[in-house]
Nanobody
């Protein structure tokens, strides 16, 4: 079974930092674009950052400067370093991946989400 599992969420004070991780597992031939999205209470899910297989990043304009996405293709892992966190960053953060299975089946997967709460 192919899946994405996130970790690293939790409670952090305003101005603090947090690092999220996402790892893909299962029968995978290749992982193409991976990305982080977030969904705050009462709002739609929005892009944080997308990273291609070759490392090209695409940040949402509002996320530039405080959030840094990275990936380790060998580990099938995606990371999100979040600094100078604000209460409005409170959301469930989801990992997303476009991948190809050994049977050349194309899949778009979502992780289960990890909650980040920024509060004093």
């Amino acid at each position: 079974q192919v899946q994405l599992v996130e970790s690293g969420g939790g409670l952090v004070q305003p101005g603090g930092s947090l690092r999220l991780s996402c790892k893909a597992s299962g029968s995978i031939l290749s992982i193409n674009t991976m990305g982080w999205y977030r969904q705050a209470p009462g709002k739609e899910r929005e892009l944080v950052v997308a990273i291609t297989k070759t490392g090209t990043t695409n940040y949402a304009d509002s996320m530039k400067g405080r959030f840094t996405g990275s990936r380790d293709n060998a580990k099938r892992a995606l990371y999100l370093q979040m600094d100078s966190l604000k209460p409005e960053d409170t959301a469930v953060y989801y990992c997303n991946a476009d991948l190809t299975t050994p049977a050349y089946r194309y899949l778009e997967l979502w992780g289960q989400g990890t909650l980040v709460t920024v509060s004093s």
